[in-house]
């Protein structure tokens, strides 16, 4: 009997796991936990807003040190070959991030493209963000950024994120972050890739 497949659109398949709380903390590496460290809260939480993406329901807080969290993601374990990732496919990452109505905060996020030995082919960081309620709109603003041209090597995406609270208040009124992602758009070799892993 023959059975034929559909291949599903390369950019749907999230390579971070856990992007938005559903496992607490699981799969992410806390890299700073400062402050009362890293939590996970229910939408729209205290002094919060809501959030308009169906299916998320939590996000990561952050206190009044420095928290940042980071997934390395292993191409070639996700079942991408040397010769797709040299083919230098579409590489998109995304963030959700927010502010509280009753404290500053600031957030930041680098994602870094990555050989084999994990040296740096191209980097996205942009500058550290502040958000102040008195005079900022600090409901839940994304950033996305689109690499390319990256050269040959790619194997490794390393994204991290976080922020802190700027007025030091105990518990968590630092930034929030939600919904984060990795998408990898390329030829029609990589929608057999992804292919593999759905079937």
């Known amino acids: 009997m023959f059975i034929s497949y559909a291949a599903p659109p390369v950019s749907a398949t999230n390579l971070l796991r856990n ?15 400062g402050g009362d460290e890293w939590k996970v809260e229910d939408f729209p939480g205290d002094c919060g807003h809501k ?6 329901s939590k996000y ?4 009044f040190q420095l928290c940042l969290k980071r997934q390395v993601v292993d191409l070639l374990e996700e079942g991408y070959s040397p010769e797709q990732l040299d083919a230098q496919p579409t590489v998109t990452v995304g963030d959700w991030y927010s502010g509280r109505t009753d404290c500053g905060c600031t957030y930041q ?19 550290l963000v502040t958000l102040d309620p008195d005079c ?3 409901s839940w603003k ?55 892993r759905y079937i």
Do not use: C, M
């Open 19 to 33: 992007p938005s709380g559903e496992d607490q903390l699981g799969f992410w590496e806390l890299t700073e936990n």
């Open 51 to 56: 959030f308009g993406i169906e299916g998320v």
């Open 60 to 63: 990561f807080a952050t206190s």
């Open 109 to 127: 996020i680098t994602v870094r493209l990555l050989d084999e030995n994990k040296d740096v082919l191209q980097e996205f960081k942009p500058d």
């Open 136 to 138: 900022d709109d600090v």
């Open 142 to 196: 994304q950033v996305n950024h689109t690499f390319s041209e990256f050269g040959r090597g790619l194997r490794f995406i390393s994204f991290e994120h976080g922020g802190q609270d700027t007025k030091f208040w105990d518990g968590w009124y630092g930034v929030r972050v939600t919904g984060s992602s990795i998408t990898i758009r390329g030829n029609s070799a990589l929608a057999r890739v992804s292919l593999q």
